[in-house]
C-alpha cells in the first residue's frame, strides 16, 4: 500500500523567519519524489511537517487524502529515514527493525523473523544480534531502511540519508535505494541539496529556495528546461549573461549584452520588459576560429584545460573578465584548444535560454 | 515549552514539570522565601504570635552588633560586638583555608592533567577517591585525634627531637590554627577535582607551542594553563568557601577554647536560645556572603553559573 | 632557535619536584586516616594511637554492643533510601525539563536548580524546618529527607543532564515515527540512555546522604543519624569505639573503591576487545 501526499497552501513561520512559503504541490502514490534545494530553503521543514513533528503554521497536510493536521508522528501511516539514521544504540539490529512492532505489541518470535526477512530484503543477513556501533557506515544505513519498512509505511521519508557514507557507497546506495523503492512501490520522499541524487534516482523533483517551490517536473525537463534563473544556476553549471531583450518573435528573440548579441530561446514567462538572464549549459558551447556574423559567438581566452577521461572542461575569460566554460567529449582527432589560445566560442539559439530572475535567485555563484 | 509538548507529549511533559515543581517551590523556593520573612519577625512566646507586637523589623539583624567584647588582635585589645567579630572572622579565614587549597592543589591538577603516566593515573586516582568519599566527619575527627595537647602530633616530633615541651596545636592564630588545618583538609579535594578536570580538557599541544615559543614554565602557566583553568579554579573556590563557612563539624571538633564560627553561633540561637526568628536571620547573612562570594568568582573570573555547578 | 643549554635539566628538576610534591600531597590525604584507624586498635581509652598500650579489639566489641549505634546506623539507612527514592526522579525530572528549554527560561530554571548545590547545608536545614514549621508538621528525620533532597537532587540533576547532552534527539524522534507513545519512547528509548547517571546519581545520592551533618543536624529534631550522632558525641569526650567505626567506613570505602576500579578495567578491557572485533 502506498499514499499519495498533497500540500496545501503550507507555510511555517519559525517566530519571523519564514521557513516554508505557501507550499502546494501533490505527490502520486508510490513515487520516488524529491525535494532539492540548498540548505535553509526549507525542504527539511516540509519533511518534518509531513511527518508530524511540527505542525505547519498555515496550510493543509493531506497523506492519502486525510487532513494530518492534530495526528501526531507515531499515528501516521510514514517512517522516516534521519540524517543521522538514529539507529538505537543501546539496542540489537534486530531489535531496532522491530521497534515499530515492538511498541504495536507484536510478540517476539514474529519480530525476530520479520526482522530476519527484512534483513534479507537489504541484503544484509546474520547481523541480527550485533549492536549498531559494530556494523560500517553503508551496513547501518541497510538497517535503517529495514527498520523504517518493517512498519509497513504507506509513505517513507528521507532526510538526506546517504549525506555520511563515502562517494562509491553513496553512488551505489542510490541504485539500492531506487531497487527497494520499485520492489515495495511505497510513496518515497527524498530530501537532498545534491543535485545528482536528486536526477538519478527521482520519478519527480521539486526545486526550492527561500521556502517556495522553484519547479515540479522530471529530472529531465528540470535540466533542460529550468523555469527559472534559480532552477538553470542551481541544476548543473551554466555560463550566465546579463542583458537586455530586444526583437522578440514567439520564443524567439535577440539578446544584447556587453560582449555582443545573440540569437537566444525565450523561458516560460519572459517578455521584453522582464528582468531576465541568458543562460548557456557548458556542454553545448564548442569552439570556432572564424566565425561567422550569423552565429552566436563570444571571443575569448582559454585560460585552462582539465581533462577528466571521457570529457574535457576548458575554462576561458571573455573581454570583460567574466568566466566562461565549456565541456566537450573526448574527441582524440579534434583536442581543446590550449591554455593561452584566443579563440571564440559559440552556441546555438536553441540551447540558449532566456529566463526569469526569480524572486528566490539565492544562489548566486561568486563570479 | 512547546519543544517540551513535542519531544515528550502532554503527558510526560506535565509530570516532569508536576515534580520539577515540587522540588524547586517546595523544597527550595518557599522554604528560602519563608526563611527571609521569618527573619524579620520578633521572637514572641506562642500567644503573642499574630499579635499587636509580631511586626517586621530589623532587630534579628541587629542582634550582630551587641555585646561589644574585648578582643586580642594583632597584639593589641580591640572592641567589637561578639557576633560580628565571629562573622568577619569566619569570612576571612574561610577566604584563607580557599586560596592555600587552591595553591596547594594547583601543582597537583597540574601533575595529574598532564604529567603523570596514563598508567599511573588510575592508581593515583583511587588513592584520591579513598579520603574523598570517606565522610568529612571522619576527616575532621582524624585531625581532632592528630592535633590533641599530647597527641600523635606532638609524640613525634617529640621522639624525632624537633620540639621538647607538647604544643597547644590548635591555639595558633587566635586560635583558629586547627580550624583552618581541619577545613583544608576536609574539603581540599573539593578544590582538586574541579581544577584537574578543567586542566585535562585543555589540549596539551597549546602547552607545547608556548614551550616551543620560548615561553618559561611559569609564562607557559600563566598565560595559556591558568587562563583556560579558570571555570575549574571558579568552581573549586566557590564549593570551598561555601563548604568552609557552612562548616560545623570542623569548627566543632578541631577547635580551641576562643575559636568561634558562625555556624555555632546559629546553632546557639537555634537549639539554646531556641529563638528561630534570629537564627534565621543569622541563617540569611550566611547564604548572603555565599551569593556575594559566587558572584564575585563569576565576574572575577568571567564565567557562567553552568561552570560553576559542574 | 638556539635551545637553551639548562632546558633539559630544569624541566628533570620540575618533574623531580612534581613527583616529590606528589607524593608529600598523597601522604598528607592518607596519613591521618591510618592514624585515626590505628587508634581503633590501640588498648588505650583515649583515641590516640599514641603512645600505643597495647593491641585490642575491645573497640570493635564495644561498637558491635552499642545499641545507640545500630539504632542510628538503621536510621541513617532510612534516611538515605527515602532521599534517593525522592531525589533521584526530581533530579532527572528538572534535567529533561531544563535540557528541552531554551535562552533565558533555561537560565533561570538552571540558576534555581543549582542555587540548593551552593548554598551552605545549615541555611537549606534551617529554611526546611521553619518552612514546614509553618504547616505545622514537626522536625524529624521525614524533614531531613525533604532538605537533603533539595540540594541531592541538584546532584543528580547535573549529572542527568550531562549525560542528556550527548543524547541524540533524533533517537525519541524516530521512536515516535515508528508508532512509539511518549511513554514507550521514555521506557525503552530515553531512560536506557540515562540509566548509567541515573544509576550514578543513586549512588551519590546514598552517600551525600548518609555523611551529611549540617542539614541534618537542624531538620531532625529529637532522632538522630550516625554522622549527627557521632559529630554530637566528639566534645563530650569520645571513646576509641568511633574509630572502629570509622575503621569499619574506611575499609568499606576502600572495598568500594577497589571494586569500582576492578569493575572499570574490566569494562575497559571488553570495549577494546569490542572495537578489535
Known amino acids: 500500500m502506498s499514499a499519495s501526499v498533497e500540500l496545501r497552501g503550507v507555510s511555517m513561520d519559525f517566530d519571523k523567519y519564514r521557513a516554508v512559503d505557501n507550499v502546494s504541490v501533490k505527490i502520486n502514490p508510490g513515487e520516488f519524489f524529491s525535494f532539492l534545494g540548498p540548505s535553509g530553503c526549507g525542504k527539511t521543514t516540509i519533511l518534518r511537517m509531513v511527518s508530524g513533528f511540527i505542525e505547519p503554521t498555515q496550510g493543509q497536510v493531506l497523506i492519502g487524502d486525510k487532513d494530518m493536521r492534530g495526528i501526531g508522528p507515531n499515528k501516521r501511516p510514514t517512517a522516516m529515514i534521519f540524517q543521522n539514521l538514529a539507529l538505537f544504540p543501546l539496542m540489537k539490529i534486530w531489535e531496532n527493525i522491530s521497534f515499530g512492532l515492538e511498541v504495536r505489541g507484536v510478540d517476539k518470535a514474529t519480530r525476530r523473523a520479520k526482522a530476519e526477512e527484512l534483513l534479507r530484503l537489504v541484503e544484509l543477513e546474520g547481523v541480527a544480534d550485533r549492536l549498531p556501533s559494530q556494523l560500517s557506515g553503508g551496513q547501518r544505513q541497510r538497517v535503517a531502511i529495514a527498520r523504517a519498512l518493517a512498519v509497513e509505511p504507506q509513505l517513507m521519508l528521507l532526510d538526506e540519508p546517504l549525506s555520511a557514507l563515502d562517494l562509491k557507497l553513496r553512488q551505489h546506495m542510490r541504485a539500492e535505494l531506487r531497487a527497494i523503492q520499485k520492489r515495495t512501490n511505497v510513496t518515497f520522499i527524498y530530501i537532498t541539496h545534491d543535485q545528482g541524487e536528486a536526477l538519478a534516482m527521482s520519478d519527480r523533483v521539486a526545486v526550492m529556495s527561500r521556502g517556495q517551490i522553484q519547479q515540479v517536473d522530471i529530472p529531465q525537463k528540470i535540466y533542460n528546461t529550468p523555469s527559472n534563473g534559480f532552477v538553470a544556476s542551481f541544476v548543473g553549471e551554466n555560463n550566465k549573461f546579463s542583458g537586455t531583450l530586444s526583437g522578440i518573435s514567439g520564443r524567439e528573440g535577440k539578446f544584447k549584452t556587453d560582449v555582443g548579441e545573440f540569437a537566444v530561446t525565450l523561458g516560460e514567462g519572459v517578455t521584453k520588459d522582464s528582468k531576465c538572464r541568458l543562460y548557456v549549459r557548458p556542454e553545448h558551447v564548442g569552439f570556432v576560429a572564424k566565425p561567422k556574423a550569423s552565429t552566436n559567438f563570444v571571443p575569448v581566452t582559454v585560460e585552462d584545460v582539465s581533462f577528466e577521461g571521457n570529457f574535457a572542461v576548458a575554462l576561458m575569460r571573455d573581454r570583460t573578465g567574466k568566466r566562461r566554460s565549456a565541456e566537450l567529449r573526448n574527441d582524440p582527432a579534434n583536442p581543446p584548444p590550449p591554455p593561452g589560445t584566443a579563440t571564440n566560442i559559440t552556441f546555438d539559439a536553441d540551447k540558449a535560454l532566456v529566463l526569469l530572475d526569480s524572486e528566490a535567485v539565492a544562489y548566486e555563484e561568486k563570479e | ?310 | 632557535m638556539p635551545t637553551l643549554p639548562s632546558e633539559g635539566l630544569t624541566d628533570m628538576g620540575k618533574h623531580f619536584f612534581l613527583r616529590f610534591y606528589s607524593f608529600v600531597f598523597l601522604f598528607y590525604l592518607l596519613v591521618p586516616l591510618a592514624v585515626m584507624a590505628a587508634a581503633a586498635f590501640n588498648d588505650s581509652a583515649f583515641p590516640s594511637p599514641m603512645p600505643w598500650k597495647g593491641f585490642t579489639l575491645q573497640w570493635f566489641s564495644k561498637l558491635y554492643n552499642d545499641e545507640y549505634i545500630w539504632q542510628y546506623t538503621g536510621n541513617t539507612f532510612v534516611v538515605a533510601v527515602f532521599v534517593v527514592l525522592v531525589s533521584v526522579p526530581l533530579g532527572t525530572a528538572g534535567a529533561i525539563l531544563v535540557n528541552s528549554l531554551t535562552g533565558r527560561s533555561k537560565a533561570l530554571l538552571y540558576g534555581v536548580m543549582i542555587a540548593p548545590v551552593l548554598t551552605p547545608g545549615a541555611v537549606i536545614g534551617i529554611s526546611t524546618l521553619l518552612f514546614w514549621y509553618k504547616f505545622n508538621v514537626p522536625a524529624g528525620l521525614h524533614l531531613s529527607v525533604l532538605g537533603q533532597s533539595s540540594f541531592i537532587a541538584a546532584y543528580v540533576m547535573l549529572m542527568v543532564l550531562a549525560r542528556l547532552q550527548s543524547f541524540d534527539g533524533a533517537l525519541e524522534e524516530a521512536a515516535l515515527d515508528l508508532g512509539a507513545t511518549h511513554a514507550q519512547m521514555l521506557r525503552r528509548i530515553l531512560l536506557p540512555h540515562l540509566y548509567p547517571a541515573i544509576a550514578a546519581g543513586a549512588v551519590l545520592a546514598f552517600f551525600q546522604s548518609i555523611e551529611n551533618f549540617n542539614t541534618t543536624q537542624f531538620t531532625r529534631g529529637a532522632s538522630n543519624t550516625l554522622t549527627v550522632y557521632i559529630g554530637s558525641k566528639v566534645r563530650s569526650g569520645i571513646k576509641p569505639d568511633i574509630n572502629a567505626l570509622a575503621t569499619i567506613m574506611i575499609s568499606l570505602t576502600i572495598i568500594g573503591a577497589i571494586i569500582y576500579e576492578v569493575m572499570r578495567r574490566r569494562e575497559a578491557a571488553r570495549q577494546a576487545a569490542l572495537n578489535l572485533e
Request: contains cysteine; aromatic residues 16%; proline residues 5%.
Open chain 2, 1 to 310: 515549552m512547546r519543544e517540551l509538548f513535542r519531544r515528550y507529549g502532554s503527558g510526560l511533559t506535565l509530570l516532569a514539570a508536576a515534580l520539577t515543581a515540587f522540588w524547586l517551590l517546595a523544597l527550595v523556593i518557599f522554604p528560602y522565601l519563608g526563611l527571609f520573612e521569618q527573619s524579620f519577625r520578633p521572637y514572641l512566646p506562642v500567644v503573642d504570635v499574630g499579635g499587636p507586637k509580631d511586626v517586621y523589623s530589623f532587630n534579628n539583624y541587629m542582634s550582630v552588633f551587641h555585646n561589644p567584647t574585648e578582643i586580642d588582635f594583632l597584639g593589641g585589645k580591640i572592641t567589637v560586638p561578639i557576633h560580628l567579630w565571629v562573622f568577619m572572622i569566619t569570612i576571612i579565614y574561610s577566604g584563607l583555608t580557599t586560596i592555600v587549597s587552591l595553591l596547594l592543589c594547583y601543582p597537583i591538577a597540574y601533575y595529574m592533567a598532564k604529567v603523570i603516566s596514563p598508567k599511573s593515573l588510575p592508581t593515583f586516582l583511587l588513592l584520591l577517591v579513598v579520603p574523598m568519599w570517606v565522610s568529612e566527619l571522619l576527616r575532621a575527627f582524624a585531625w581532632f585525634i592528630i592535633l590533641a595537647y599530647k597527641g600523635p602530633l606532638t609524640i613525634t616530633l617529640q621522639s624525632l627531637g624537633i620540639i621538647t615541651d607538647p604544643v597547644h596545636w590548635t591555639w595558633g592564630l587566635g586560635g583558629y590554627s586547627g580550624v583552618i588545618i581541619g577545613l583544608n583538609y576536609a574539603y581540599i579535594l573539593f578544590m582538586l577535582f574541579p581544577l584537574y578536570n578543567a586542566m585535562t580538557s585543555l589540549d596539551t599541544n597549546q602547552i607545547e607551542a608556548a614551550q616551543d615559543l620560548g615561553a618559561h614554565w611559569w609564562q607557559t602557566h600563566w598565560r595559556v594553563i591558568v587562563p583556560h583553568t579558570k571555570p575549574g579554579i571558579a568552581s573549586g573556590c566557590v564549593t570551598v568557601f561555601m563548604l568552609s563557612v557552612g562548616s560545623i563539624l570542623v569548627p566543632t571538633l578541631v577547635s580551641s577554647p576562643s575559636s568561634r564560627w558562625f555556624t555555632e553561633i546559629i546553632q546557639q540561637w537555634m537549639f539554646e536560645s531556641q529563638d528561630w526568628n534570629t537564627g534565621a536571620a543569622y541563617a540569611f547573612l550566611l547564604l548572603i556572603v555565599c551569593v556575594i562570594f559566587v558572584t564575585l568568582m563569576m565576574r572575577l573570573f568571567k564565567v557562567g553559573l553552568a561552570d560553576i555547578a559542574k
